[in-house]
Each structure stands twice: as structure tokens, then as C-alpha cells.
């Protein structure tokens, strides 16, 4: 197995992770401990830089690793 496939499945079982917690959040905990809500608290909490910067970080991720491109 190559670095590149090995590297491709950590990222699929850490997403499928995140998920697999975020229901268990519902469902345990309530609506106000998901993932997607304490990211969006955070999000209007912390310095308009930083959010800023992890949204570059993130898309810059996306657009490299991935090739996605606007059609």
C-alpha cells in the first residue's frame, strides 16, 4: 500500500469518526454539543483572523489535495 493510499484512508476514517461522534453528540448529549454548533459558536467567538486563516488553510487543503477546481 503507498504513502498516498494510506494517507487517503486516515483522512476517510477520521471524517468517518468525526461523523460517527457528531450523532452520538445528538443523541447523548443534545443538539447544543454537535460538531457543526460548537464549530459555529466558536466561529463568532474567536478573532475574525484566525477563522479567517482556517478557512484559507482548509480550502487550500481542498483545492490541493483534492484538484477541485470551479468549472
Given at each position: 500500500?503507498?504513502?498516498k493510499a494510506?494517507?487517503?484512508l486516515i483522512i476517510g476514517l477520521a471524517?468517518?469518526?468525526i461523523v460517527l461522534y457528531d450523532i452520538f453528540a445528538l443523541f447523548v448529549?443534545?443538539?447544543d454539543h454537535t460538531v457543526s454548533v460548537v464549530l459555529n459558536?466558536?466561529?463568532f467567538e474567536a478573532?475574525?483572523?484566525l477563522v479567517f486563516l482556517l478557512g484559507m488553510t482548509t480550502g487550500g487543503i481542498i483545492v490541493h489535495l483534492f484538484r477541485w477546481k470551479p468549472k
Open positions: 500500500m503507498s504513502g494510506i494517507t487517503i471524517t468517518f469518526g448529549f443534545g443538539v459558536v466558536w466561529a478573532h475574525p483572523l
